[in-house]
């Protein structure tokens, strides 16, 4: 039962995911070469042996092959399946053939069709963002701490239940996913924590001259200042000052129990504050009582991240993390409008192409070690683990992930991938000469070389990895 169970949330998953991902991307690559009347001869999903095969009207073989690690698309004048093209493929030609072969098109048609690949990759992800958006909201998780791990970096830094954590190393942490991303891009162990720290303390409002419009006027006020948040995201629609205190009246019940600057209100005596406003008619309505404030303060802690292992997955994983679970009673999904489904979405896709940006120049500048690059193993068990916990919508935000990474990888300036010949092709348009082909050759045999490194390198990356996470 066990083989059956994984089958199904490990090899099914991954091959849909794989399938879909190099489909979207070729086709990108196939479209715009039939619009441009580049005639694409083969269309392929996977390599190897072919399994099935269909030639449509205008001669493209489209082929599912036996090893679903890929995929390509050939175009008329191509050597091989790499596209590839050699003196004596194109000679073969007819001059009606040559006018559809890829090799003799004009430079910015080739530009065009090499980019379409990894562009369709970027908008699959901003559609399936959609769909997820459209379907089931944006789930947000805000950094309040439910749970602190027993021996975690986060208990001997000292944070607590309740505290919720605004920034990490210096960046803003808005929501858990993001308190994530930035633990896993951490390039040292030891890190910056700011957390809001909720506190309670009591006053009572005390009678205090003021000028109001140049007359002198008295009433009980607890003696705090607010100040606008900077925040867009915080503030509401009129713009309403927020309950976060600038500065303490000197002498005034407030500087006497102890809130100071920064410090963020959240309720009186039980009654939730959203604006400066709702404080000051909470005052004004109970001028004689003592009143209970809570409030947050903003403090920073030093934590030194540690291997932890999670149970929450078969096996374990065990990964360098803070150590805090998130907290469900604040956890909520926002439903988005339909005006406002496309700008998230396109949101969410930068927001993820920057951070794996960051993650891939930590690595290139020595800052990051390179056991942290995935390769196809890696993937399978990903997607496995996605749709094993997070279902459906899990699954389609996994995919829209990769595809992400896909689109952008294959925009790197590496010959033999599509950002490789981008560069050559823009070389070639501006020097206005074709670079030699011996030249190309050799070029593309460095590419090679090169991503041949890396996909042993992530392979090995992957299988230390599994023995590490079923073993140890």
């Known amino acids: 039962m066990e083989i ?19 489909f979207v991307h070729e086709f990108g690559h196939f479209i715009v070469a039939r619009m441009l009347k580049v005639k694409v001869v083969a269309f392929s999903i996977g ?19 036996a090893i679903p690690l890929g995929g390509y ?15 004596d493929s194109l000679s073969k030609l007819s001059e009606e053939d040559k006018k559809q072969a890829f090799a003799l ?14 562009l369709f990759n970027y908008l699959l992800a901003i559609l399936l963002f959609m769909v997820l958006f459209s379907c089931y909201g944006k789930m947000t998780i805000p950094t309040y701490i439910g749970e602190v791990m027993a021996n975690s970096a986060a208990e001997k830094a000292g944070i607590m239940v309740g505290d919720k954590i605004v920034m990490f190393n210096g960046n803003p942490t808005p929501d858990f996913s993001a308190l994530i991303r930035e633990t896993d891009l951490a390039t040292q162990d030891e890190v910056e924590v700011v957390v809001e720290r909720r506190n309670t303390l009591r006053l009572t409002a005390e009678n205090t001259a003021q000028k109001v419009c140049g007359k002198k006027v008295e009433e009980k006020i607890i003696g705090v200042i607010a100040t606008k948040s900077s925040n867009a995201d915080n503030a509401n629609e009129n713009s309403e000052l927020l ?18 600057k920064g410090d963020i209100i ?11 406003a709702d404080l000051k008619q909470y005052v004004a309505a109970h001028q004689n009582e003592e009143l209970e404030i809570a409030y947050r303060r903003r403090i920073t802690l030093s934590a030194n991240l540690q291997d932890t292992v999670t149970e929450d997955i078969p096996g374990g994983i065990k990964r360098r993390m803070l150590g805090v679970v998130s907290s469900s009673e604040y956890a909520f999904s926002k439903e988005i409008s339909l005006s406002r489904v496309f700008p998230e979405s396109v949101k969410e896709t930068y927001n993820l192409t920057v951070m794996t940006l ?10 990051r070690g390179g056991k942290d690059i995935g390769g196809i193993i890696r993937i399978a068990e990903l997607s496995g683990d996605a749709s094993k ?46 670079i030699k082909p011996k030249v190309k050759d050799y070029i593309f045999k460095f590419g090679l070389i090169v991503l041949l490194i890396i996909m042993l390198l992530a392979t090995w990356n992957d299988i230390v990895h599994l023995i590490g996470r079923w073993f140890y």
């Open 105 to 118: 098109q004009s430079t910015w048609k080739k530009i065009l069709i090499v980019v379409a690949g990894p």
């Open 243 to 260: 309950p976060i205190v600038d500065s303490v009246v000197a002498g005034s019940p407030a500087e006497k129990a102890g809130l100071q």
């Open 266 to 276: 959240e309720s009186i005596n039980g009654t939730e504050i959203i604006t400066f």
């Open 47 to 65: 390599f190897g042996k072919e399994l099935w095969s269909r030639t449509d009207k205008k001669g493209t073989e489209w082929k599912i092959s």
């Open 389 to 434: 916990q997070g279902g459906l919508s899990g699954f389609i935000y996994f995919m829209a992930l990769i595809s992400v990474n896909l689109g952008l990888i294959n925009l790197f300036p590496i010959p033999v991938l599509d950002g490789g010949n981008l560069v050559i092709y823009i070389i070639e348009m501006v020097s206005r000469r074709e």
């Open 4 to 22: 059956i169970s994984n089958i199904i949330y490990y090899v099914v998953p991954f091959i849909v995911l794989l399938g879909i991902l190099v």
């Open 73 to 87: 698309c050939q175009f008329l004048g191509d050597g091989d399946a790499s596209s590839s093209t050699t003196d």
């Open 358 to 367: 960051r993650g891939i120049g930590q690595i290139i500048t020595g800052h």
